[in-house]
């Protein structure tokens, strides 16, 4: 295990002794309930629809989520890096692809809700990954740690042996389909296969209504997630680089409308991103009780 796990870890005893209350769920970064960059097992309250836009100083995110049930999350995005080239020129590489994450909670409540997730699994490759997250909720803090392939393991000090292999020898390579350049067909080889990787982070919510912070390990290599359409600019190296494995952040969750990101990622960048949305669950207008006289 590296010193950087080993010290997010040191912080889980800090967090617990201060736990006061629960709050609501947020979504991350990419549009998915999650913490800044990874996801966590939760999931939005069914009949959910928001719209998730981030940015830092070198890409554009935008993404469309849905929970039509309460154990299914969906999600359509874009993601446009100004530092990719599309045709000679810089800035106009587009991606596009769709996420899905099934969540499971236990009717026990001292047992963690558990999810299972595809990410770009019929896009172009630039953000597929696959995960098993689990998440455990006491009182105002949120306990997330995953197993992670594809994307997740860009950063190969922390990659470990994939567990699936050893039920069968084909999950330890990971097929690139021949058309995964352009997208549109679900990569069915590459699923849950090659190395794999541990992830997670904390969401400690402040005794301010709807504010907390987040912690998480960051195992991605820029240079290949949301990366790299047609090549690379002279600008690629600064923007992408990476200095630490830790990334934090700051969250507001205005209600059930949506949530302000504000973070700090990879040790030398800053990203904002805000969610909006509703529930049609919920019903808009308040309506008097109908008291018929006879």
């Not at 446009?80 to 587009?94: A, V």
């Not at 026990?108 to 558990?114: D, R, S, V």
Request: glycine letters at 10%.
């Amino acid at each position: 295990m590296s010193q950087t796990y080993k010290k997010l870890y040191l912080l889980v005893p800090f967090f617990l002794i201060f736990s006061l209350k629960f709050n609501a769920e947020g979504y991350n970064t990419l549009g998915q309930v999650g913490l800044i960059n990874i996801p966590t097992a939760l999931l939005k309250e069914e009949q959910s629809s928001y719209i998730t836009f981030s940015k830092n100083s070198y890409s554009k995110f935008g993404a469309l989520t849905v929970t039509p049930f309460k154990w299914l999350e969906a999600s359509f995005f874009y993601n446009r890096p100004d530092d990719l080239i599309w045709g000679s020129t810089p800035g106009l590489y587009l991606d596009k692809g769709f996420n899905v994450k099934f969540s499971y909670a236990p009717k026990n409540y001292f047992l963690p809700k558990i999810a299972i997730g595809l990410d770009d699994f019929a896009g172009t490759g630039q953000l597929s990954k696959e995960y098993l997250v689990a998440t455990y909720k006491l009182k105002n803090i949120d306990i997330t740690s995953g197993i992670g392939w594809g994307k997740f393991t860009s950063v190969s000090s922390n990659n470990f042996k994939n567990p699936f292999s050893y039920l069968k020898e084909s999950f330890d390579k990971r097929q690139i389909s021949s058309d995964s350049g352009l997208g549109g067909s679900p990569a069915y080889g590459s699923w849950f296969r090659g190395d794999a990787t541990i992830f997670g982070g904390i969401e400690y919510y402040l005794p301010v209504n709807g504010l907390s912070l987040k912690v998480e390990t960051d195992p991605y290599s820029y240079f290949d997630f949301m990366c790299c359409g047609e090549g690379q600019t002279s600008q690629s190296f600064d923007f992408r680089k990476k200095d630490s494995d830790i990334n934090f952040g700051i969250n507001y969750q205005f209600k059930d409308f949506g949530n302000f990101n504000f973070s700090y990622v990879k040790g030398n960048t800053w990203k904002f991103s805000f969610s909006i949305g509703f529930s049609s669950k919920k019903p808009f207008v308040k309506k008097k009780n109908f008291e018929p006289s006879i």
